[in-house]
């Protein structure tokens, strides 16, 4: 979990570094900011990937583009060896670069190719346009105004820093909140801030102040008849087994919370079926008797050889 800020031609240039700083939670390994001049990036950092190399905000060798990223990116090695191929040289082994020259390739065309949970901003200094993009199922948050100018961040409250930003509240995200408990994108509880939708991605033009938000992926129909019991049964097991095999992509040790439920058991059977190893498992204990789980947390730890903790 990381944090992604930014100002582009907006009248809070002084209040960035207070902005940034709101967003230190996310990322407590790095905190930095890029001052292009009419563009200020900004990211905190939680260090997954290339621990040492993918330092961000990153810049692509001939200064044209700038990114800040929060996520992680599945399939970063496949696009990888696809950018080697027709003559992009790496510096690091970060994802981060790869998405980085990814956009100098293939442009709005690289956010379908992408397998992973993402919310990432490219500014395009020679143009002066900027692009951003979420993942698929929204996982990862990304905000923006363009009240004045073009602002981005990972939550509100790099916003509510800016001195003399707007704080009037939406209401349809107060109604969003009483009946969802979440406000549901577009809206945020800030009038003058929305959210870009999941599967999402937008450009925003500096010189025309053109914003285009627009879809780049939907769920697909089903197709043919439904198929039997065993037949799904094998399917979602698969995919499930794939899912988590592909998301154990990291340069720090794996773990997973435990509570010794369906789902967190699943996940640590997936993980350790992975060959996830050393792999730690996290479960909290309550004082309610009728509330705690970690007996059945601790015999699935002890089934499948975690290092628990609780």
């Given at each position: ?7 582009i031609e ?22 930095k900011l ?201 399917t979602v ?74």
């Amino acid at each position: 979990m990381c944090g992604i800020f930014g100002l582009i031609e907006t009248p809070w240039r002084g209040s960035a570094t207070a902005a940034l700083d709101t967003l230190r939670a996310r990322g407590p390994d790095e905190c930095k900011l890029l001052d292009l001049g009419e563009a200020i990036l900004g990211h905190t950092r939680l260090a997954v990937i290339d621990l040492a190399g993918g330092h961000q905000p990153m810049r692509s060798p001939d200064g044209r583009y700038a990114i800040v990223f929060n996520g992680e990116i599945y399939n970063y090695r496949a696009l990888r060896v696809e950018l080697e191929a027709v003559g992009y040289v790496f510096v690091t082994h970060s994802d981060t670069e790869v998405l980085l020259h990814g956009f100098a390739e293939w442009g709005e065309r690289l956010t379908p190719r992408l397998d992973g949970m993402f919310a990432f901003v490219v500014w395009d200094a020679r143009e002066r346009v900027l692009f951003a993009a979420r993942d698929r199922m929204g996982i990862k948050p990304f905000f923006y105004s363009i009240a004045s100018g073009f602002a981005f961040a990972s939550t509100l409250a790099p916003f509510l820093s800016l001195t003399g930003f707007p704080r009037g509240l939406d209401y349809e995200a107060l109604r969003d909140y009483l009946a969802f408990q979440t406000p549901l994108a577009p809206h945020s509880f800030l009038a003058a801030v929305r959210q870009l939708p999941p599967a999402s991605q937008l450009t925003w033009a500096a010189r025309s102040g053109r914003l285009d938000v627009r879809r780049y992926w939907s769920i697909p129909s089903p197709t043919g008849p439904a198929p039997d019991r065993e037949e799904l049964l094998a399917t979602v097991d698969t995919a499930l087994a794939d899912s988590v095999r592909r998301q154990l992509v990291a340069d720090v040790p794996l773990g997973a919370f435990l509570s010794g439920g369906i789902d967190s058991s699943l996940m640590v059977h997936y993980m350790a079926q992975a060959g996830a190893r050393p792999l730690k498992t996290f479960s909290l204990r309550f004082a309610e008797q009728g509330f705690d789980e970690t007996p059945h947390a601790r015999a699935v730890a002890e089934r499948f050889g975690t290092e628990h903790h609780v």
